[in-house]
């Protein structure tokens, strides 16, 4: 049995002002485990199909499924949740299944970029495919892929363009970035490391720095939606879009910052990254409620009758799993595993587990609340980011 956290009770002292679980202990197998069963589940309910599971709205029990589009952003995420099943359970109806889920995204890899999303569609599903099989084919499809993300690349402003489609409509014109691009930039690094340009790597490296100057407050938190202008490159002003206001700290985009400059600091090496990685995540710890999972928004009014967001939680979760083992500093280490940890005891717990409501692994996730869409919902990106946090803890426990 794999039980953690008896480690961190150091943490305690080191972790005053962090709020608290009553339960101290995460079985890791008995987590993983549960998620076999509900993919289980959800495989038996769906068949062999070709569209993908991407959320359970209150009220239902069964997936809704989406085709795959271009333009539906979380196709990846259900074959990534499979890889890293297979990658616990080493079942070769796991793999089976995994490789058909993502062999039915090929399509979206002959197509020009749609947005900046080619890396959650691509990277989660090929991307986990590939480390876990060495399959040549999905090495060169991401390669692919990478390049045509690159292709959004604007060098006068210095980052990706996320959504084409809101310059043309005049909406996040004449040039938007989005926080949730920093998660796809793995993309362009890992193709960098493995046989494409180095052109993939400055271009990634450039974003972040572009981002982490114009894209956050002075206290670290971070606007949604940045505006440049395309010919002189300079920034516009910073808005939202999910977020609850233009100046609020919406609880996601908070989470694809920590995510997304730990993993920066881990493939450039630069301590900037790492500092800046610690910048945003304080923040989002200090303002937690005391069950480590936060309202989808940090400053909407009527906290607490404002929705949760699992789904932040997760994203945090194994962000802070990977920052606690490449921390220089041991005091903000272990204050780090102590946090992850504690969210994935929440995440585990019936307050926030699908159990036998459903068939996803998580409940009470947001996704648009402004649009009002996937309001306390179960999420397919939920479920991936619970799953690799789980992983990332029983790789780290041994």
């Not at 990658?87 to 995204?105: C, G, P």
């Not at 402004?370 to 790789?395: C, F, Q």
Request: aromatic share 12%.
């Amino acid at each position: 049995m794999n039980r953690v956290m008896s480690g961190l009770v150091m943490a305690i002292s080191l972790c005053a002002c962090a709020p608290k679980v009553a339960n101290n202990t995460l079985d890791v197998d008995r987590e993983l485990n549960y998620c076999n069963e509900q993919i289980q589940k959800t495989l038996t309910h769906i068949g062999d199909i070709t569209m993908m599971p991407r959320n359970i709205l209150e009220g239902q029990t069964h997936w809704n499924l989406v085709p795959v589009k271009i333009e539906e952003w979380t196709v990846g995420f259900w074959p990534g949740i499979l890889w890293y099943n297979y990658e616990n359970t080493k079942s070769k109806e796991m793999m089976d299944d995994a490789r058909h889920y993502t062999d039915i995204l090929e399509p979206l890899t002959m197509l020009p970029a749609y947005d900046h999303d080619l890396g959650f569609q691509l990277f989660c599903s090929y991307g986990n495919g590939y480390r876990l099989t060495g399959d040549e084919k999905y090495k060169q499809i991401i390669l692919n892929a990478a390049d045509t993300l690159a292709t959004l690349f604007n060098p006068k402003v210095g980052t990706i363009l996320s959504w084409p489609r809101e310059v043309d409509n005049g909406r996040f014109a004449p040039f938007n970035t989005i926080m949730d691009n920093m998660i796809n930039l793995e993309m362009l690094y890992w193709a960098a490391a493995n046989g494409g340009t180095k052109e993939l790597y400055d271009i990634a490296t450039r974003h972040a720095e572009t981002t982490m100057k114009y894209h956050f407050r002075e206290d670290g938190s971070n606007y949604h939606v940045t505006l440049y202008d395309t010919i002189t490159g300079d920034f516009i002003k910073g808005v939202t879009h999910q977020g609850y206001a233009d100046e609020t700290m919406w609880a996601r985009g908070q989470a694809w910052a920590i995510y997304g400059y730990t993993m920066v600091y881990r493939e450039t090496g630069d301590k900037k990254f790492l500092r800046f990685a610690e910048k945003v995540t304080d923040i989002y710890l200090k303002r937690l409620p005391k069950d480590y999972v936060p309202y989808w928004d940090f400053d909407v009014p009527n906290i607490p009758d404002e929705p949760k967001d699992a789904s932040a939680a997760a994203i945090v979760a194994s962000a802070l799993l990977e920052l606690s083992q490449l921390e220089d500093n041991p005091a903000k280490a272990v204050e780090y595993k102590y946090a992850a940890v504690n969210m994935l005891i929440s995440l585990s717990s019936d307050e926030y587990r699908s159990g036998e409501t459903n068939s996803a692994f998580l409940l009470r996730s947001t996704g648009h609340k402004p649009n009002g869409s996937e309001i306390d919902a179960s999420i397919n990106y939920a479920d991936y980011y619970y799953i690799e946090a789980l992983t990332r803890l029983k790789k780290m426990e041994g």
